[in-house]
């Protein structure tokens, strides 16, 4: 889960990071305000959880209170890069004299977290580090090791820093990396990291993520955020399935990811257009179901399904009552095509035959989706 | 001959007595399985389908010689499972659960490797050595014995693929789960070299999918292998930016498409089929 900007600099502030004086708006007014009591020039950042704001237009900078308020107001309930605003930060305007990047990350292949810098911040920082690799800093760390500021001094030597901003930047570094382990975060960014004129150093953006599987124990950091501005992902989150919109029109379930990822290159390859993804996971019951088909015929694209199943973990008898319970309660009778294998498979293609529901009896995903193509055709 | 789970494997089950590992533990036992004991902490005495269950791990390594797990927890409760059975000297670990915090993910891969132990997973179905066991949650009537070494970084198309094998009249030596998280316990280098070195298997089959980079990264050792590599990528018509079910299934910043992998592996040797279907077919031809 991506924290807000604002909630990702309250993360920041709480470890001993400047970050520029700031108020969260939630109107036009409040903007005025805001920029009233932080000196007239502010900027204007649109709060949604997702990087590229300012080459989408969801950041600009005012030169009066009454600047930011015609700001806010043209920002506050638009939609960027796919979310309606909500709330916009005012942030008091800093005199930058250097922007540079730092932050951390997981290297999954490797199990090791990442420490990254590199002197050149700001918007263009993935161009500047495709073009030349050399110029971003990394330093691995393996489970439970920190990243103290001492090793970061040196480090930071070499490239050229020293005393106040040398000092600073390995405090920074450091509280950030005890930060990454103590919440469980998966990516940690402050870019731009600004040097003023003092030589003094600001986090002009935050971008925070945290593991989603570790927010159990990271409680301060549930309902932080945005939803997925999809009514459809929202619903199939309540379900506890994964659901992914796409363009087509054939409704897709499968049992697992990798399944589900194959039948879309298989309807593909035969011309048809999936409407979604959807896996289930390992704990399918029949109210998972008849809800998960529920959620994948609410999109009113959706003329044909293609369910396919394992019943590894999960049992083809739930999935089976599920899918005729679905079946009967539709308003609209859609054909059907279902290939469920495994334990069970003999009495859940029973009740799904007695339903006139169509099924594959081999485990051949491409055959349950020839036989669709007949259907639809 | 397998790899992994082999004749001299002694299993037991972590989280026995729970719902899920109580009915796994039947079906791995119908298939042959050989389960010694199971754990779970404060049900000694207890018996499950005739396995006796112990409050720790230590007590059946003791008294059973187990030198395998499979572990059915919570996520919030399977790093600590791990470690207990990494500490008794366990040195098969399958870790079937899915969920599981990315940092308790690099604590058990780390301390699995500084003990030299094989870790499956999380988010695995498991391995199974079709004629000998299996350890974990894949439906086991989808095997048949046979040469070909499969490893799969999702559950349900590792099945997939065994029905093409079994079809083809190939069969398998062993399937590997390799795990479907960002962090995993094993490497795909790791897998390949034991097929490599297994006189059981013929051919390996890697079924892959998009995201991540293991599969690129797994090109130099491929091309120094003495036995043939087919592969398979799932996910060529998914969308960028999209996490399609697993964590660790997501093309982003243009790294992770099926294209960089084909390439990848192409350009050392394996043969690359577009569909499943193809992998038999490109196999009968490498061997």
Known sequence: MRLLEYQGKEVLKSLGIVVPDSRVANTPEEAYEAAQELGGKVMIKVQIPTGGRGKAGGVKAAATPEEAREFAAKLLGAVIKGYQVKQVLVEKQIKVQKELYMGITIDNRHGKRVFMFCEAGGMDIEQVVSKSPERLLKVERGAKENLPEYQIRSILRQRGFSNKTLVGLSKIASALFEAFLKYDLSTCEINPLCILEDGSLVAADAKVEIDDSALYRQKQFQNKGMDTPDELELRAKEIGVTYVKLDGEIGILASGAGLGMCCIDLLADEGLKPANFLETGGGITRELMADAIELVVSNKKVKAILISLYGGVNSLLEAAIGIKNAKESMEKQIPIVVKAIGNQDVEAWEILREAGIDIVETFHTERAVQLLKEKVS | ?287
């Open chain 2, 1 to 287: 001959m397998s790899i992994l789970l082999t004749e001299n494997t002694k299993a037991i089950i972590q989280g026995i007595t729970g719902k899920v590992g109580s009915a796994q533990a039947k079906w791995m036992l119908e298939y042959g399985t050989k389960l010694v004991a199971g754990v779970t902490p404060g049900r000694k005495g207890q018996n499950v389908y005739g396995l006796p269950v112990y409050d720790d791990v230590l007590e059946t390594v003791e008294k059973h010689g187990a030198n395998a797990t499979v572990i059915f927890a919570p996520a919030a409760y399977t790093k600590s499972a791990v470690f207990e059975a990494l500490e008794a000297g366990i040195k098969l670990v399958i870790v079937v659960p899915e969920h599981v915090p990315v940092a308790d993910a690099i604590e058990m891969r780390e301390a699995a490797k500084a003990k030299g132990a094989y870790l499956l997973g999380p988010t695995t179905p498991g391995v199974i050595s079709p004629g000998i066991g299996k350890l974990g949650i894949m439906p086991g009537n989808m095997f048949k014995q046979g040469r070909i070494g499969v490893i799969s970084r999702s559950g349900t198309l590792s099945y997939e693929a065994a029905g093409y094998l079994n079809d083809a009249g190939m069969g398998e030596s062993t399937v590997v789960g390799i795990g479907a998280d960002p962090v995993i316990g094993m490497d795909l280098p790791d897998l390949l070299q034991l097929f490599d070195e297994d006189e059981g298997t013929d051919a390996v089959v890697i079924v892959g999918e998009i995201g991540g980079t293991a599969e690129e990264e797994a090109a130099p050792f491929i091309q120094k292998m003495k036995k043939p590599v087919v592969a398979y990528i799932a996910g060529r018509m998914s969308p960028p930016g999209k996490r399609m079910g697993h964590a660790g299934a997501i093309i982003q910043g243009g790294a992770g498409t099926a294209e960089s992998k084909n390439e990848a592996l192409t350009k050392v040797g394996a043969a690359v089929a577009f569909n499943l279907l193809d992998v038999p077919v490109l196999l009968k031809k490498a061997l």
